[in-house]
């Protein structure tokens, strides 16, 4: 962690607090002002390839019996995250709400009562003092494994995720240069897989000697420092990026948020996002194509199925080669778990199906 | 993978053919023995301090037609497995589900339907054959990190944890001594932390350098590696096991299957419980004793308090100090995360709290 970015980071929560002393000091109303952070301020940018969020912007102002709550809110979040800086820590969502909620005064009121009162602050924040929830210093979930050709630096240890056996490293949830840095990477690409089970199925198999690539999974849905780390890896060591998952409507869900981004986190896209991701599957004609059995795939329910026809919609989704997957999986009324792949064989993923997938370059885009 | 082990265990595996075999040659019905995994057939074992099963046991015959089916899948669950180890691979319940399945001759019937008929299989074979589920090279999930002063060796892999920066060795799913080896530990305890958060916490801080010891977390829940980690770092290296969860029903459960291990999985308790595990806390006495404030505790909700009356009815909680917690915590009304000592101080935890705690050794066994 840098001190020299702490600094950066902790002036502009500073110049909230200065906002207010200046508008005391002019007897005016402080006012701060808010990115609007709704569906209606989020649009796609089809040049780009990411969802971000339009210009409109509201007003939060303190002499407001609707918004004083929120106001107070805010500067009682800014403080706190300014802490952060100041000690040179990091925390959670979870962990600010408690540390700034304490009972006003005499009276029985708190100042937040939930978590769902202190969470949407932190994204007004991040938005309108642009500075990424990593920056603030604010951690989510780790949860994510690496392994391959890569050294990192995180407080000055040298890693090298080439001799980290079949465990890998354990990514941080803050992955920004000041906390882990890239020493070195001579990987050609990054193959970022959904579930922990095909990570180990290829860590196993050291399926990332062989084609010479970095292994990636969050074990799930991504948590945001395997996103942003990936997205390092594409932007700074431009190395392609290569989502792995289940051919559900999830599993395209997944690879949308990693590509485009999300439309609840839209601010965030332009930091976060991999427009050049692609999906290397499983797409709904891998059954036909590897002869996965019928009995394998899991009918599709209704949930799916409304899933997937939403999906239809998106304009992200509209692409040609995007329409035919989905309607393909729609019209078979099936889905596909990646780990359906050990019908075959226990090693088909590594030594079959993505073998053929990269040199054939069949991913959709 | 030692060549050894597997072959001690693929020469289990291949009992059950020999059954199969040398029953038709006799022209007898092929007959399996399996321990019985019911509530009936478990015990709390005092001495020992561990839920452990009983000696019942049943058999499993062919020419019965109630037991035909489950017959084969038996064995063919066991070729799998037996497959596993003459490849040195390891794999997952569901992909054992996947490899198994297929539909027989022309009929339209499947071997296995959903993966609810593998999996009890699976654990037949492990009480019936005494094979760890781990040594029949089944994974679960990973998940773990582990950070300190411990060296390990994966995969000809030396992985010096105490330089791994603040995001760790992702600790595999299988840590038996032919995957992991424990090649060094200077540590002087092992602190077994529920959540992700503060295992962070405790890291950015370097808690385990001051105090020489070793951060484990299973980021909620702790996955099966994490705990038999935990259990050779006390068995082999003979460290003590701290546990620190949230002061909730569900905290104190995740502390007891540490220690005693669950009925579910009696049958793996003499090898992963951890008899000698102490409870570090949240303790129901540390609102009060650390003064935290009555708003940042949570009202236990009807589930809760159905829980912790099943709690204080388990012959593992009738300790004198237990009973006085549990009843503690119904009376007061209020459960507390760890996160609520944020409250007080982002690193409450790493300076006050655990401090205060080991050196009055204020825990509960």
Same sequence: chains 1, 2.
């Avoid at 070195?184 to 959904?194: H, I, N, S, Y």
Wanted: proline share 4%; charged share 30%; aromatic share 8%.
């Amino acid at each position: 962690m840098s001190k020299n970015k702490n600094a950066i980071v902790e002036k502009k929560l500073v110049g909230l607090a200065d906002i207010v002393i200046d508008a005391a000091k002019r007897k005016k109303d402080p006012t701060i002002e808010i990115p609007v952070r709704s569906l209606s301020n989020v649009k796609f940018n089809e040049k780009k390839g990411i969802i971000e969020m339009g210009e409109n912007t509201q007003e939060r102002t303190f002499f407001n019996v609707a918004m004083a709550k929120k106001f107070m809110q805010t500067i009682l979040v800014g403080d706190a995250l300014a802490e952060l800086q100041r000690a040179n820590l990091t925390t959670s969502l979870r962990e600010i709400y408690y540390r700034t909620k304490h009972t006003i005064g005499d009276s029985h009121e708190n100042t937040f009562d939930g978590q769902d009162e202190s969470d949407p602050v932190i994204e007004d924040l991040e938005v309108g003092l642009e500075a990424l929830r990593e920056e603030l210093h604010v951690r989510a979930d780790n949860g994510g494994t690496i392994i391959g050709p890569l050294v990192l630096e995180d407080d000055g240890d040298r890693i090298d995720c080439s001799r980290l056996g079949k465990g890998g490293y354990s990514v941080p949830s803050i992955v920004e240069d000041d906390f882990v840095s890239i020493k070195k990477c001579t990987a050609d690409f990054v193959l970022l897989v959904e579930k922990g089970t095909q990570w180990n199925r290829l860590a196993e198999d050291r399926f990332w000697k062989k084609y010479n690539c970095i292994l990636l999974t969050g074990n799930g849905q991504p948590p945001r420092g395997v996103r942003r780390l990936a997205r390092r890896l594409n932007e700074e060591k431009k190395l392609p990026v290569y989502v792995l998952v289940d051919n559900d409507p999830w599993g395209y869900y997944i690879y949308s948020v990693i590509k485009q981004g999300s439309i609840n986190l839209a601010f965030e896209s332009k930091r976060m996002a991999i427009p050049q991701a692609k999906f290397v599957g499983l797409s709904s004609a891998d059954p036909e194509k590897y002869g996965l059995p019928r009995n394998v795939g899991i009918k599709l329910n209704e949930k799916d199925i409304a899933r997937a026809k939403e999906l239809q919609n998106y304009p992200w989704f509209q692409k040609k080669e995007w329409q035919l997957e989905l309607k393909r999986m729609l019209s078979s009324g099936l889905k596909f778990e990646l780990d359906a792949l050990a019908n075959k064989d226990f090693q088909y993923l590594t030594k079959k199906y993505l073998p053929k997938k990269l040199a054939d370059k069949d991913w959709l885009d």
